[in-house]
């Protein structure tokens, strides 16, 4: 699929964008790759408060369980429920319709989130 350069990465594999003075969080393709076959999607409540770099939800496949990390701080403002019951749409399109969550993040930095171009690199390295 890609990495789309308009997006930046953290080593967790989430991806954010800044739309509107929200952060628009997801996981990435490698991620769900790496997951293979999701069985179970937990996000956090509207209103809950997240911290950079901490698990705020959880993905579940049928051999493991994996912490959702915000990659900035903020609030959660919107949540994409229907992520939670369609996973085949979150397999399809990770970057557009699989957003996770949205978050009130006034002033959120994503500079020292990794660009697209060292994201690839990133997993590159973490292939082999």
Same mark, same amino acid.
């Given at each position: 699929?890609?990495?789309?350069?308009?997006?930046?990465?953290?080593?967790?594999?989430?991806?954010?964008?800044?739309?509107?003075?929200?952060?628009?969080?997801?996981?990435?393709?490698?991620?769900?790759?790496?997951?293979?076959?999701?069985?179970?999607?937990?996000?956090?409540?509207?209103?809950?408060?997240?911290? &950079?770099?901490?698990?705020?939800?959880?993905?579940?496949?049928?051999?493991?369980?994996?912490?959702?990390?915000?990659?900035?701080?903020?609030?959660?403002?919107?949540?994409?429920?229907?992520?939670?019951?369609?996973?085949?749409?979150?397999?399809?399109?990770?970057?557009?319709?699989?957003?996770?969550?949205?978050?009130? &993040?006034?002033?959120?930095?994503?500079?020292?989130?990794?660009?697209?171009? &060292?994201?690839?690199?990133?997993?590159?390295?973490?292939?082999?």
């Amino acid at each position: 699929m890609g990495v789309p350069a308009d997006l930046r990465y953290t080593k967790s594999h989430e991806w954010a964008r800044l739309e509107g003075g929200k952060v628009v969080v997801g996981i990435t393709d490698f991620a769900v790759a790496a997951i293979k076959e999701i069985v179970f999607l937990e996000l956090p409540p509207l209103g809950r408060a997240v911290e &950079a770099a901490k698990p705020f939800g959880v993905i579940e496949s049928v051999k493991a369980v994996f912490d959702l990390k915000a990659p900035v701080s903020g609030k959660v403002a919107e949540v994409n429920a229907k992520m939670a019951e369609d996973f085949e749409a979150l397999a399809r399109d990770p970057f557009v319709q699989g957003w996770l969550v949205k978050l009130e &993040a006034p002033g959120a930095d994503l500079s020292g989130l990794m660009d697209a171009a &060292a994201y690839e690199k990133f997993c590159a390295e973490e292939h082999h």
